[in-house]
DNA sequence: GAGAGATATATGACAGAACAAGTATATGTG
DNA sequence: CACATATACTTGTTCTGTCATATATCTCTC
């Protein structure tokens, strides 16, 4: 699955241990689009071994724990090769805020409408970050290739212009329901007053 | 879990069983914002006769399997509401084409290009599906009141701005690889050049 | 010198989700 | 008549992801 060839990408740029991985790739370069926690990581790491996609060494250091910095091997970079030119699969859709919304016919205008612009606060920092990650790439912080730096700022462009979308389409949301508010009588709320249908089991 | 209040979600607008539930919410009308599979879709509903959520009665049918049909409780109701103004979390990003795209660097580009073109027609595929989808609401198919029609229509909506976004900037980044084509000598490539051959990992 | 915080790795327990397969009945198709 | 398909529910297994917690050392600050 993608987290091992996630592992395996970043390992092709640089070895780098376990501690690395979560902090230096999985919570800062990588955030946009994937994330790992630590116990995650670190089993991962121990799976590939297994397979013999990276290799180990143990790092001596003066003052600090050891680190056991991992290598992708040969196989690994095969393997990681195959996976990124193999058939697309989206994965299935799961948003929670959509299922919100598809429900939430029955509340009053105003409960709505503060459900959706928690949202759009939520997206809006979001989009922050990746613009302030976007103007920090010009400056030097992209040591690597030029290719790898390209990339790199495509898949920020590409988080950017999904949240973009999707605070476009809340703000829609957000006058729809206003304008129905505008023209449509105060409502009854539904769910405090519903007859109660169930026995009890 | 979400799954949970999607499943409340369907059984207060009516009484469904968990068949009903898993071809008809899940795999028609919700297929653009949540997917569950059968396994899923009866455990859950267990779960949730056990917290007294939801009531179940048996309806024998003359020449079919029984039927276990579920109904929402008071109680179920009161979860529903509470999780759908509850605080919004935004899901960890977990984006398999971003992952490729950024450890794409050391590939061909015409290799590149056929990886982001084979994303874009999955994409395409998902849009053409929405769209048929709406234009199948205003003819009657909405049977339900205004508000739960008018909510429904938004996540259509939001899922089309979204795909439409994402196929736009996949447009983007092919014209950037093709520029990059014509104006860079070509290139080494680290990777060996794979055919593009299906494999589903 | 006490405590917070960063560096570094690891384990146990568990819930959610995916995948596979099994049971049963009825209808339609070639 | 065999086979596929639709209806309807169930079980087993595995994988993935999350949470909490543990160990150990060093640095910085109050």
Redesign the pocket.
Known sequence: ????HAILGFLNVEDL????L??RCFDDRARHFW??????V??????LHDKRLVTLRT?R?????????YAITDNGRRELADWIVSKPHL??A?DPFLLRLEFSGDLNDETVLDVIARERSAHQDRLDDLRARVSTLGSGSCEATERTCLVHRMTLDGAIARTRATIDWLDDCSETISAHMAQAPPQRTLFESRTPKGDTR
Chains 1, 2 share one sequence.
């Open positions: 699955m993608s987290l091992d241990s376990g501690y690395d979560k902090t994330t790992a926690d630590q116990a995650q670190y089993r991962t790491l121990e799976r790092v250091q003066s003052r600090k724990p050891d680190r056991k910095v994965p299935p799961r």
